[in-house]
T-cell receptor, first 111, second 115 residues
């Protein structure tokens, strides 16, 4: 059983469209992070959210942490081909030290 | 201001050989984490170390795998008598303090191929 469920697993859209990626769990997390990973490289941190209900914006990307700190979403406005990549959510459980990853969402944006 | 460094980036070993993977954390970071990424699977935690101490090795296979983070020098993930199933990308991450509220920064990974 995957502790962090990401959906959708694959997403293929046209340039200019909006999209949302979800990260859900039944566990409470002390923090949750979103990473982007390019082929052959390590995950690169996009954002960390720590407070329930928190919303963070990074240009066209909007990240939200659920009020109960069990889920998160990543919304991309007006997607561009440069947004193509693997998006990973990861969190540290309240009583844990290990970063737990979801399986990721592979996004493909075509022009 | 270098990030997390890992070497080698690619490593090819034959079954039964040893693999040594190195990780130099970001400057000022004293916490190191190792993860493994198998094809079609997410990143899985292996071990968490501070300088000279293993804090959590709950994700590490009990046999053939070991990790260290000496007082001086990089952290080393060592795999003895490698088997084909060890082929994967191994990532190291570091943080300045306890990871529960601190961001972990990842290195580029070492891709291990066992022939």
């Amino acid at each position: 059983t995957q502790l962090l469920e990401q959906s959708p697993q694959f997403l293929s859209i046209q340039e200019g469209e909006n999209l949302t990626v979800y990260c859900n769990s039944s566990s409470v997390f002390s923090s949750l992070q979103w990473y982007r990973q390019e082929p052959g490289e390590g995950p690169v941190l996009l954002v960390t959210v720590v407070t329930g209900g928190e919303v963070k914006k990074l240009k066209r990307l909007t990240f939200q942490f659920g009020d109960a700190r069990k889920d998160s979403s990543l919304h991309i406005t007006a997607a561009q081909p440069g947004d193509t990549g693997l998006y990973l959510c990861a969190g540290v459980e309240q009583a844990g030290t290990a970063l737990i990853f979801g399986k990721g969402t592979t996004l493909s944006v075509s022009s | 201001n270098a990030g997390v460094m890992q070497n080698p980036r690619h490593l090819v070993r034959r079954r039964g050989q040893e693999a040594r993977l190195r990780c130099s954390p970001m400057k000022g970071h004293s916490h190191v984490y190792w993860y493994r990424q198998l094809p079609e699977e997410g990143l899985k935690f292996m071990v968490y170390l501070q300088k000279e101490n293993i804090i959590d090795e709950s994700g590490m296979p009990k046999e053939r795998f070991s990790a260290e983070f000496p007082k001086e020098g990089p952290s080393i993930l060592r795999i003895q008598q490698v088997v084909r199933g060890d082929s994967a990308a191994y990532f190291c991450a570091s943080s300045p303090r306890d990871s529960r509220r601190e961001t972990q920064y990842f290195g580029p990974g070492t891709r291990l191929l066992v022939l």
